[in-house]
Structure formats: C-alpha cells, structure tokens
C-alpha cells in the first residue's frame, strides 16, 4: 500500500514551545477569533474525512490547509492528537494571555547605584570593588606574597623585562596563588605581562604592597578596576511593560529614592524613572484627569489614607506627590525591602579564600557576603552540596549564636528601616543612650538611628543605640533617673514624621535631665 504523503511531519514539543506574548501578537494580529480557528479546524476534519475512501493518489489535492497558520488555542488532547502533525495548524496549549501578559517583555535593565557623592549611575563591574577586597582580605603576615612583590618590582630591569617575559609570567602567576592566602583576587594579573607595560604591573604590585601594609583598599581598588577592565555595565533581567523602568541595587529608602532621584519604586529592585518637575497642584491635575475622576475626590482619597514610610524626616507635599504616582502607575503602596545583613568578616574571608582555591563556579563573593551566582533551583542544590562542611557549620553557628540579637543588629545596621519605629514617648538622655516609656519593643527606631533595650525601671525602658553585632552597654547609674517615671513632661511623643526644624531640636537637647 502506497504511504499517504499529504500530512507533513513535526516535532510535538515544538508545537508546544510557544513564547506567550509572541503568540498573543500574532493571534491578534491575524483577527482570527477562537470560534473562527475551531470552525476551521472541523472543515478540515470533515474533509479529511470525506476523502480517506477515496484513491491514494487524490488526496494530495483535494486537502487545501489555510495560510497564514491557523491558531488552536486550548485544545482538547483528542485534538491535539489529531491535528499535532497537520501543517499550517498551530497548537496552542496555554491560556490566552491577559492584557498585562501582552504588554509585558523581558528586557536587559541597566542596574543603578548611588555613588559617594550621593549621585545616581550606572553600576559598572567594578562599582563593589573596595567594599569587597576590605571585606575580604585576611590581614596576616604573608612572608612569600610580599618578598615575591619586593623581587619583582626591584629586581627585574627594563631590559630584562623585554626579553624575559616568560620567566616573568611564571613569578607573577606564583604572586597571584600566594596573593590567594591573603584572600585576594588577582583573577588573569599574569597574562597581562603580554599586555601590559611594565610600568604598568609595577605601579600595581606597589599599591597592592601599600594595601597590604594598611588594610584599606581606598587607593588599590580604582587601579585593580582598572588593570582587569571592570568598567562595564552590569544589566539584570526585569519584566516590564514600560522602558524607563530601572533596576536599582542600593539600601535606599523608597522616601529618598523618590526625592533626590525621581524613582518611584515597583517592587523591592524594579524602580520607575519620572521627570520629576511637576508641583503637587500639576500632578493632581493631571492625575485626575487622566483617571477621569474630580481633583477634590482625589485630593480627598489621598488625604484620608495617607503614605506610611520609612523615613522621620518628611516633605509632606513630597510624600502626597510620591503617594499619587504610585496610584497613577498602579504600584504597591507598601514594598518590603529584601536586604539581608550583611555575614561577619570572618565568615567572609574564610568563604572567600576556599572559593579561591576551588573555583566554586556556583557561588560568589559580593558586598553582601557569600552569594549564589543564580538564584535557579540547580545552582542552590549544586552549591549546597559543593559547600564545605566547616563553612555550613560556621554559617549554622553565625544564626545560632549565644547572643540571639547578633544577626538582627547586623541587619539593622544595613537596613536600619526594618527596626520599627519608636512607638512611646521618649528622651535622649546621652548620645547613645535614650529613655522610652510604655516600650514593648526590644528595639526601637528613633530619629537618631536604632537602639537595643538594656534596663528597666518602672515603665521606662532605657535603650542603646546600636553601633555594632554587639549587644550596647552603658556604665551610666540608672538610681539616678527613677524621677523618670514621674515626670511626663520631660518626655516627647513619637510621632511618624518630623520636620527638618523638629529634627534640629531634638538634636540640640542637652540632656540636663537631673
């Protein structure tokens, strides 16, 4: 019997591999509703039907199949397997994408960062680099790096620089294993002899000496970024309907990124980009417009349900503004942050120094300490496996520890906004030291940073401000406040947000309290 050879053969899995948002496109595009496609699909059917009595050699041109491809959007698996090798006849599997699914894509977002000088830029590879070789280098005597660093920038001429490249390579290639017991990274620093002046090298191995000498890598890191060309922009994938959305990797409050960089926040890293000139009046304005809704409803629906933040000191206008964009772009009013403490400097280095030596592909170092390369479910079982079993310990013990506060005062040194707000009244009684009444918290946010209970007299707790994983002490003699609890006009109510000029006050108190 001859092979009916009307039907064209296709992979089943490349049926099913169907990028969403293109497929949603295409389908509106074609103006080919889901009843249309299934009507379709039947007269084809039927006509297949009709003729599967008929001779062979006929059925090649009585079957027509409609072009452009007719799309079948949830079918049924009989259909699916009737239809999976027909051509012309896609098969869609998956629900008919939302509106926000259509408009929605993944892009390559250019990553933010807050320089120095309080400026918004681009995060570049090399942005991280002094944080990360302070946090990492093991300040112990290395004998072998250093007489190695002397040898080389002391005793090799010009000439025999020229000439003797590969007898460099081999002791530049050695600093850089010894460099490693330091907990140094000199990534490729040995195929830059081909590539480099000697100049060049030399004046890095000095300044990579001084770093040594002095811990501080101040001066070490703008030529470390330099000699391995960590210039380029570091990008992160985002799924956005909108191109002036941006990914932000800062500890910055929502209050400050809105104000001094006109960035509205999406989510914990997503941030929306604005031109930032309009007044509240001209916001208020459009925005109501635009929402086909009164300027007096909007004004009074703002009002009633006001902006809550992390942040004491407050433009209140700049709040209602910031309050009445997230309205408009349909974002969150209240986003957690994800920042995590940051792991003690021991942990660090000992975790830096096996990555070193190992070459861990999973795992990386960061500001933040030990991290995954990828957040994928792959990279998180292969790392835990490859990880050594002093540093699980050691991460177990970091959590586990005698004082149970370590972890979370580290935390709130990164990211003092996840400490609540004090919520009782209060009175700075040192520098570092404030008096609360009515507090449950055993720490508490004021205006001057975060501060951690250390006694109780009555109903007033008395707090130390938090200035390290250590838990805050104070040799002060507490007898000598029991008149506290007498006296409530001593004390000033917490409020949610000062202005600049109340904040200024409270700095200016004196703390003649007895």
């Known amino acids: 019997m001859q092979k009916i050879n009307c039907f064209k053969k296709s992979s089943f899995e490349k049926e099913f591999e169907v990028n969403r948002s293109t497929v949603a496109e295409e389908y509106q595009a074609s103006s080919i509703t889901l009843i249309d496609a299934y009507n379709t699909i039947l007269e084809e059917l039927n006509k297949i039907k009709e003729v599967l009595n008929e001779p062979k050699d006929s059925l090649i041109n009585q079957i027509t199949i409609p072009f452009p491809k007719t799309k079948v959007l949830n079918a049924t698996f009989k259909e699916v397997e009737v239809y999976k090798n027909v051509d012309n006849i896609e098969i869609i599997t998956e629900s008919v994408p939302s509106i926000e699914d259509k408009l929605k894509t993944t892009i390559l977002s250019e990553v933010k960062v807050i320089n120095k000088e309080g400026v918004l830029e681009n995060k570049t590879t090399g942005t991280d680099t002094e944080v990360i070789l302070n946090n990492t280098y093991i300040g112990e005597e290395n004998v072998k790096l250093s007489e190695n660093l002397f040898f080389i920038t002391k005793t090799f001429s010009p000439v025999v620089w020229e000439n003797k490249k590969d007898a460099i390579f081999k002791v530049v290639k050695q600093i850089k294993e010894y460099a490693k017991d330091s907990g140094i990274d000199l ?29 501080d890598s101040t001066e070490f890191a703008p030529l470390y970024n330099e000699m391995f060309e960590l210039n380029k922009p570091v990008k992160e994938s985002i799924r956005t309907n909108n191109k002036f959305d941006v990914y932000m990797d800062e500890d910055v409050s929502e209050y400050e990124a809105f104000t001094k960089h006109n960035l509205v926040k999406k989510s914990p890293t997503v941030y929306r980009k604005i031109k930032g000139d309009l007044s509240l009046d001209e916001a208020y304005s459009i925005i109501s417009q635009n929402e086909n809704i009164s300027e007096e409803q909007l004004r009074k629906e703002i009002k009633e349900n006001p902006l809550e933040v992390s942040d004491y000191e407050v433009d209140v206008e700049e709040l209602e503004k910031m309050q009445l964009y997230k309205r408009y772009f349909n974002f969150p009013r209240n986003i957690p942050a994800i920042k995590t403490a940051n792991q003690k400097k021991s942990f660090i280095r000992k975790a830096n120094k096996w990555l070193l030596k190992s070459g861990n592909p999973y795992c990386k170092i960061t ?22 079993e002093y540093l699980k310990q050691e991460e177990k013990e970091e959590v586990i520890v005698e004082d149970l506060n370590k972890e979370r005062r580290l935390e709130a040194l990164v990211n003092p906004s996840s400490v609540q707000k004090v919520k009782g009244e209060f009175l700075y009684l040192e520098p570092e030291v404030v008096a609360i009444k009515n507090e449950v ?34 040799d002060m003699n507490y007898k000598q406040y029991t008149y506290l609890e007498n006296s409530p006009e001593l004390f000033q109510k917490a409020k949610n947000y000062y202005s600049k000029a109340e904040l200024d006050e409270i700095n200016k108190d004196n703390f003649e309290c007895s």
Do not use: C, H, W
Request: charged content about 35%; overall charge negative; cysteine-free.
């Open 187 to 215: 990534k490729n620093i040995e195929e830059k002899v081909y590539t480099k002046s000697r100049e060049d090298i030399i004046n890095f191995f000095e300044r990579l000496e001084d770093f040594l000498q002095k811990g």
């Open 367 to 388: 500001k933040n300490g030990l991290e995954l390369v990828s957040q994928d479910e792959i990279t998180r079982s292969r790392a835990e496996l490859t990880l050594p």
């Open 441 to 474: 918290e055993s720490m508490v946010r004021t205006p001057r940073g975060v501060f951690e209970y250390m006694y109780g007299q009555g109903n007033v707790g008395f707090y130390g401000k938090v200035i390290s994983e250590e838990r805050p002490l104070s």
